[in-house]
């Protein structure tokens, strides 16, 4: 086991200030147009954010509490016109909530247990060949629910670059949108560190939520997407085009802002030769497929109203994500596909023969997928991942 870091910054991710602030800049500013609100049943049943800032600063607890039932989406930020970003000031309440001790709620049990899990020693590995600066960090949920395209996908970024490394870890997100941001802040740059200590560079995400992670606090690393790696590469497919079927693009909401990774994945949809017909939803605009900032544990009915409203939208059409969390959300009421499921094979795609795993069988693969990797691995630096925050002091919210 070689590239073991002794060294350990806990400052080394400087994490964004979630205060009241937000509540002041959001009570002084939103005109209450109300079109945030004709968008999203959470501010439907809580009012403008406006009259949540209000309340908040007025010293109304129990307004901390509402903001576990925002998605965090963002949707809000997208449509105000006065450039506002009532999503920031609901995370600045949930970590309002764990510093006062209210949060995080048993109900978040299992979210913060799988976020765990990914974090242990158990389930992560590193492996970094030699001369290697460029790692792919495919997720949790990825590697566990498509086991055989996670192993495929390095198998064409290795093909490309045989020093590209794998790194199978937890971005720890979950916690971020918790408002545990200690502990995000602990778990995420003491990879950060071992990464850059390690000589990496850049990292290729299949996840939307680590590619927000990553290029929000990763900074110096260089974060991209695996769609955009593929689309780059003009690959083509020899399956037989499918001109008579129609599909729609579900784009994740934590990147409703990246264009490019947008056009990308329309750019490898497109190979299959379907009809593509976008929804009203789309792009900067889209929807939460209702799995967003773990507000299901609190108002399941409220979060699935999310994906009610995007399979309304999505109609006929076979929809075509890129986050394999939105594909399990969305699959129940829609015809839902994962692009790399699509690119692989699209017609077993359409017709729901891909092979998708569901828990508890995704934890038994993620074993796998380390194990293949870690048979016969030669890199010069592995780790499995053996890291426990704040020793010596208390995190919160733990």
Known sequence: MGGNTQKHDSDITKTKSYSSDSYTEIAEKCTECMKCVAECDFLKKYGSPKKIADSSLSGDSEYLKYSFECSLCGLC??????????????????????????????????????????????????????????????????TGSRPESTMAVLDILRKKDFSTGIVLDCCCKPSHDLGRMDYFNSMFSEMRTFLLESGIKKIIVACPNCHKVFSSYGSPLEVITIYEVLADSEFSSDKPLLKSSSITIHDPCVLRDCTKIHDSVRKMAAISGCTLSEMKHSRERTLCCGEGGAAGFLDKELADSWKVKRSKEAGNNHLITYCAGCSNKLG???????????????????????????????????????????????????????????????????
């Open 77 to 142: 930020d997208s449509v105000c016109p006065c450039g506002l970003k009532p999503a920031d000031m609901f995370l600045a309440m949930r970590c309002e909530s764990v510093n006062l001790g209210i949060a995080p709620f048993k109900a978040h049990s299992p979210i913060l247990s799988y976020e765990k899990k990914g974090t242990s020693k158990l389930f992560t590995y590193y492996s970094i060949p030699e001369n290697c600066d460029t790692v792919f960090f495919p997720g949790c949920t990825f």
């Open 332 to 398: 129940g009421l829609v015809k839902t596909s994962h692009i790399i499921d699509f690119v692989i094979d699209s017609e077993k795609a359409l017709t729901g023969k891909t092979k998708v795993s569901k828990a508890p069988f995704t934890y038994l693969n993620r074993l796998l997928v380390k194990w293949k990797i870690k048979k016969n691995d030669k890199s010069p630096i592995t780790r499995e991942r053996n890291f426990s925050p704040g020793k010596g002091k208390k995190i919160i919210g733990l």
